[in-house]
């Protein structure tokens, strides 16, 4: 498959998954990986990624130049260029300006292998300052736009550099780019689908775990589910799930969970009702961090107590996906891989077990991909996000059973309503929110006095930033009738018109 070296870009996992797509496997990993590393992974091209630094900084990042003169291709992209091209003995200009945005890409020469199926001239997406003013011995510019140097080459080495983004959908013809460097000059072959996925997963779970028991926390989303049916389907009743009641999960999230997972698939999940503890333990507490933080802490003593009662469990099972492994081996150091979600927490210390986190290598999207294959019905695999501490977050102020039993019911309402609009899947993440403000209503002939509740819907592709979602009056005015009507404890309803940043998806 393909390498690539991490340099920093936020665009990172976009080169990964656009070669994934085009059936080929592509790792990332961190820039200061090991020359002796890289020849034992024996990739079939590797890729320099762009990064924010300029190569002048001091402690800019860098490699050593022996990864030339390996024999494998090499494309370096953005500060990837600029990095090939100072370190082979051309030159960078250091800019003051960015250039940032569109641009017009020229090719020179369309019969280069690097250009198959792409016009002379198309737009590209460019995030820089610095850029290539003179090329290093051996390389020759083959496309460029207005203000810069696009792509250069030393064909003979299989050297390739560009200065624009194509891992982004604004350059028209990028997937086209990294198709033509994976097949035409990497000559890698397809051999990455979902489908062998799950075969060599299943013949890996099996082989690891022998006659061992394996345990998995099961919270119904969708990466702790596909890991547990995709290591059922491995060693079946070898695997116990453990389901915990928070009591704040949605309306019925248990039953759901129990009759998808544990009456379809057969595997065996005990469901630890937990609700008093942790109601318990959040009473009087209101700051949203302190709140996390005990919901955290509950889940993993909880988790712990039932681990203990399996005797001979010797694997823990763990939904972890790839952005989370990228996430905690990042090059930004340590304070960029501080995650607060309590489902990535690795082992605790003293434990007597192993790991088994069998979509590791895996995107979402293909997490998803492989959810369908073992036919676990869509309605659970496109499920929005559900944050680990739950409704806890999303009641401000203190927490308690009576407002939980509240925003269960209104949430439930929401969602429904948005799956009778056929729009559940139109937005990312919707939801309600429980404020602890009282207002006034009238309801017949009496006076009410009761909460005030916040529709929040938002639309994103990857949680980093976010619009909220422009949904249709008539269905706010039908969700709104039916939340006051229905639920008692609520008497006015909002609309969250905020977008991320500067607000963020939950109100806490
Ligand atoms: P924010 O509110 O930061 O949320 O815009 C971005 C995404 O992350 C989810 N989220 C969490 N998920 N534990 C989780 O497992 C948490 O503590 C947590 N906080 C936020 C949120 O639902 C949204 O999808």
């Not at 820089?128 to 020759?140: I, M, R």
């Not at 905690?328 to 960029?336: D, F, H, I, L, Y």
């Not at 690795?346 to 895996?362: A, I, Q, T, W």
């Amino acid at each position: 498959g393909i390498v690539i070296l991490d340099f920093g870009s936020q665009y990172n996992q976009l080169i990964a998954r656009r070669v994934r797509e085009k059936g080929v496997y592509a790792e990332i990993v961190p820039y200061f990986t090991k020359i002796e590393k890289l020849k034992e992974i024996k990739p079939k091209g590797i890729i320099l990624s762009g990064g924010p630094a300029s190569v002048y900084a001091k402690e800019a990042p860098t490699i050593s130049k022996e990864i030339y003169e390996l024999g494998i291709p090499v494309l370096g992209i953005c500060y990837g260029m600029q990095l090939t091209t100072h370190l082979l003995g051309g030159e960078v200009a250091r800019a003051d300006k960015q250039e940032f945005g569109k641009a017009d890409l020229i090719i020179e020469d369309k019969s280069l292998p690097i250009f198959k199926n792409m016009p002379k001239a198309s737009q590209v997406w460019m995030s820089h300052a610095d850029h290539v003013t003179k090329l290093p011995e051996g390389f020759k510019k083959i496309a460029y736009t207005d203000s810069s140097i696009a792509v250069i080459a030393n064909m003979e080495k299989n050297i390739y550099a560009v200065q624009f983004h194509p891992e982004v959908t604004h350059s028209i013809y990028g997937s086209e780019f990294l198709g033509n460097f994976v097949f035409s000059i990497c000559k890698c072959e397809k051999n990455w689908d979902m489908g062998n996925y799950i075969e060599k997963a299943v013949a890996d779970i099996k082989e690891k775990v022998g006659d061992k028991e394996v345990i998995l926390g099961l919270s119904g989303g969708v990466d702790s589910s596909v890991a547990a049916v995709l290591i059922h389907k491995a060693i079946g009743d070898q695997l116990t799930c453990i389901f915990v009641d928070t009591g704040l999960l949605r309306k019925n999230e248990a039953e759901k969970v129990m009759e998808t997972y544990g009456k379809n698939y057969n595997i065996k999940i005990k469901c630890v009702d937990a609700s008093e503890r942790f109601l318990g333990n959040l009473k009087g507490v209101t700051d949203p961090e302190k709140k996390r933080k005990t919901i955290g802490k509950d889940f993993i003593e909880v988790f712990n107590e039932e681990k203990k009662k399996l005797k001979n469990a010797k694997f823990l099972a763990q939904g972890t996906i790839y952005p989370d492994v990228i996430e905690s081996q990042s090059v930004k150091g340590p304070s960029a891989t501080i995650k607060s979600h309590h489902n990535v927490g690795g082992l605790p210390e003293g434990m007597d077990f192993e790991l088994l986190e069998p979509l590791r290598e895996l995107f979402k999207d293909e997490v998803r991909k492989v959810g369908r294959e073992l036919g676990i019905p869509d309605h659970m695999i496109d499920r929005h996000p559900f944050p680990g501490p739950g409704l806890g977050i999303r009641i401000l102020g203190e927490v308690t059973k009576e407002k939980a039993d509240i925003l269960r019911e209104a949430d439930d309402i929401f969602i429904k309503e948005l799956w009778n609009h056929a729009l559940y899947n139109k937005v990312s993440q919707a939801f309600v929110v429980l404020l602890p403000v009282k207002s006034v209503g009238v309801m017949g002939d009496e006076r009410t006095y009761e909460y005030t509740a916040v529709l929040r819907s938002a639309d994103t592709t990857d949680f980093m930033t976010a619009t909220w979602s422009h949904l249709p009056y008539e269905f706010l005015e039908k969700v709104s009738n039916r939340i006051i009507n229905e639920v008692k404890g609520i008497n006015r309803l909002a609309y969250d018109i905020s977008s991320k940043p500067p607000a963020t998806i939950e109100w806490e």
